[in-house]
């Protein structure tokens, strides 16, 4: 079962795409049950109104929905969280030593789009750099949690992420702040689809990337210094975690930032996988004056 969020920047429409009953991946249309896919929907319970209404055969198929942009599969978060290092061989590649604790930063969630919306490279950026990273979708409020177990119960799902980062506004010298490196235009492309955490197994996904069709990062959430729900409940003791918003985990070593490799310019393609989450593809732009959400003509999905 596959959340989706179909439709151009703004009227996106929530869609599930599932097995139909001759066997093939069919769109259906959510509208039945939801004006969007949102913190409401996953906290009033929706993914399990989803299933119930398509073994109940009650979901209308969603007509050309496969010519459909592709949106962020949950609606604007109220937060994305971001956690850093969480990777000990990216952690090397960095300079770093592992880190004890959860290294935690915030995305403004303007940084959202969709998964195969052109991405803009900042006016003045040289060390623009990619981050496939395995996201988790909180379907229930989390504060203060008391255990990990009870953390597990508030995942609604995973997503795909990558996590546009500008090195040199996020590193070096007295300027460099990892909030002004991860909070560009553009920099938080998510889906295409939410998996409910039930069906899928997120301590145990590839994850990969490519630049201009040439290998990048190949790893596994197994990988993971701090697994998902540790994460949810180390961050729940210090912020409200609300249904909707966005933990995104961490990425795996093979980044430019290990200088292995070059960063991103304009004209540059992105793709990043999260195995049965989804691929994504990012085409790069010089971004210019006043940066605004920019989306592909038409969207083509990609399946994993």
Sequence with gaps: MKIMRLGDIGKEQPAVLASSANGNEEYF???????????????GGG??????????????????????RIGAPVARPGAVVGIGMNYAAHAAESGSAPPEIP????????????????????????????????????????????????????????VTAN?????????PGAAGQWTKGKSLPGSSPLGPWLVPAEEIDGGNLALRSWVNGEP????STSGLIFDAATLVHH?????????????????????????????????????????????????????????????APQ??????
């Design 235 to 295: 961050c729940s003791q210090y912020m409200r975690l609300e249904p909707g918003d966005v933990i995104i985990t961490g990425t795996p070593e093979g980044v430019a930032l290990s200088g292995r490799f070059p960063y991103l310019q304009p004209g540059d393609v992105v793709e990043v996988e999260v195995e049965g989450l989804g691929r994504q593809r990012q085409e790069l732009y010089r971004a210019s004056g006043a940066a605004r959400a920019e989306q």
């Design 47 to 68: 993914l399990a109104k989803v299933r119930a209404a398509l073994d109940a055969g009650a979901l209308p198929v969603l007509e050309g929905a496969a010519g459909l």
């Design 299 to 304: 969207a083509q999905l990609q399946s994993s």
């Design 103 to 158: 290294v935690v930063f915030l995305k403004p969630a303007n940084t959202v789009t969709g998964p195969y919306d052109l991405a803009p490279v900042p006016p003045h950026s040289m060390k623009y750099d990619w981050e496939v990273e395995l996201g988790v979708v909180i379907g229930t409020e989390a504060t203060y949690l008391q255990s990990v177990e009870e953390a597990k119960d508030c995942i609604a799902g995973y």
């Design 29 to 43: 249309s959510l509208l039945p049950l939801t004006g969007d896919v949102d913190g409401a929907f996953l906290a």
């Design 216 to 219: 990048r990062q190949d790893s």
């Design 163 to 171: 996590d546009f980062s500008e090195r040199e506004y996020q590193i």
